[in-house]
């Protein structure tokens, strides 16, 4: 167990359709990223917050949002689902200080998503 | 950009055997590297990092690798497998003062008891 939990467990959506995926951070933490894992391959960034800002992302349209919370917990939204957004989506958090970490990420559990 | 490969898709061992993993990255930086492991139904595990100092490192559960700058590779080894090691096992880099993180396509390895 990492300290990293996520909400749901797995979600059934269809195609157009909106989802929200939630996580919170190993205690201490203040950063969050966000992975999806596609069957059969690694994680693959998505994006970044720290402060409540993204802070980095990766090669994903803008239909793919976040947010972060005071708390440090986060939200992914994913608009106008495709079935290609079938996947494990992680959460991974660490914690910042002045500068980019060079700590461990912790990941969770995920949320298996199946868009139908 | 950089990029991770794993050669080895599926890798079956009896046990006591020993284990070695590939791992090649593309980035002409400096990079950090990670093997993470997720054993069936649980989430990504931490196995072992290496940063800076002793290119060989020491992870958990006698796993180790060794960074070969001069080959771009980060293989994981283990001289005896047992049958928990059952797992699906992904090398991951991040390049220095950047936390994103870029994961091979992953191995699977199963163990025959």
Redesign the interface.
Known sequence: E?G?TQSPTHLIKTRGQQVTLRCSSQSGHN?V?W?QQAL??????IF?YYREEEN?R?NFPPRFSGLQFPNYSSELNVNALELDDSALY?C?S?S?LA????D???????TRLTVL | AQSVSQHNHHVILSEAASLELGCNYSYGGTVNLFWYVQYPGQHLQLLLKYFSGDPLVKGIKGFEAEFIKSKFSFNLRKPSVQWSDTAEYFCAVNAFGNEKLTFGTGTRLTIIP
């Not at chain 1, 059969?40 to 960034?45: D, R, S, T």
């Not at chain 1, 461990?104 to 995920?110: A, H, M, R, S």
Request: without cysteine; glycine residues 24%.
């Open positions: 990492t990293v950063t990223s992975y059969g391959q690694g994680p693959q960034f970044q980095g990766g992680l991974a660490t910042r500068g980019p970490s060079t461990t990420q912790y990941f969770g559990p995920g």
